[in-house]
Nanobody
Framework: EVQLVESGGGLVQAGGSLRLSCAAS????????IGWFRQAPGKEREGVSC????????YYADSVKGRFTISVDNAKNTVYLQMDRLKPEDTAVYYC???????????????????WGQGTQVTVSS
């Protein structure tokens, strides 16, 4: 059974940093791609960053380029999202998700991703 568990969310002041973790079980990263998505109150879920561990390819939303970094630790079966220079508009529930679809789209709300974690709250105060 594919399971994803996020951690690392919290409350941080604008300009601060957080590192989110997505621990995966029930599968390995050989065939899967992992994405981070977020949903703010009253807004649609959006893609933040995705990675295909087998080839290292990554995607970042324009709003987070240069501030967020996605990485993978294959030994720990964990994907990280390092978030620096956080802004109040980054406040949202962050989800990680997995897909076997090699042609996945990351920039939408994750319709190509079939397995999801429970989410972790990130709140950035101004």
């Amino acid at each position: 059974e594919v399971q994803l568990v996020e951690s690392g969310g919290g409350l941080v002041q604008a300009g601060g940093s957080l590192r989110l973790s997505c621990a995966a079980s029930g599968f390995t990263f050989d065939d899967y791609s992992i994405g981070w998505f977020r949903q703010a109150p009253g807004k649609e879920r959006e893609g933040v960053s995705c990675i295909t561990p087998s080839d290292g390819s990554t995607y970042y939303a324009d709003s987070v380029k240069g501030r967020f970094t996605i990485s993978v630790d294959n030994a720990k079966n964990t994907v990280y999202l390092q978030m620096d220079r956080l802004k109040p508009e980054d406040t949202a529930v962050y989800y990680c998700a997995a897909t076997l679809n090699s042609g996945y789209v990351c920039y939408d709300g994750g319709t190509d991703f079939g397995s999801w974690g429970q989410g972790t709250q990130v709140t950035v105060s101004s």
